[in-house]
């Protein structure tokens, strides 16, 4: 399977019933969903988890959200979504790139980018990414084409 860029970072998905919306494809909710999941599992790969979050007493929010639909996913179909760090600062923010791929026939279901911004988790207000994040995800960073 071919990628908008090399490597990724991947999960698979089998579509269950509760994914599907009142028009019988994947509700919009549930690709935001994916994308939180395979983001929090990248960091763990890359040994940032929760636990240690908290004990830097930061994390990484949200900041925007870009969604591109292509195409709809449906019941029992399996997916592939791959992840990419593109950007890190070193001072506040990383950008993720995500894409989502059916397997049957691998066609482009969804891309996404978001941009995350580092907060202290106590105060909710924006800090520094610690030494590791910028050691980690800064290693992590595929250039964009």
Known sequence: MS??????????I????????AYGHVNNGEYLRWIEQISWAHSEALGLS???????DRAMVVQRHEIDYHAA?????????ATWIVACDGRFTLTRRFQLRRQ???RTLMTARTRFACVALSSGRPK???DEYRRLYGDAVVPEA
Do not use: C, N, Q, S
């Not at 996913?73 to 979504?81: K, M, N, Q, T, Y």
């Open 3 to 12: 990628w908008v860029l090399p490597d990724p970072y991947r999960m698979e």
């Open 14 to 21: 089998v579509v269950d019933e509760g994914a599907i919306d």
């Open 50 to 56: 929760l636990a240690r979050y908290r004990e830097l």
């Open 73 to 81: 996913a449906f019941a029992g179909e399996a997916l592939i979504l």
């Open 104 to 106: 049957r026939d691998e």
């Open 128 to 130: 520094r990414l610690p």
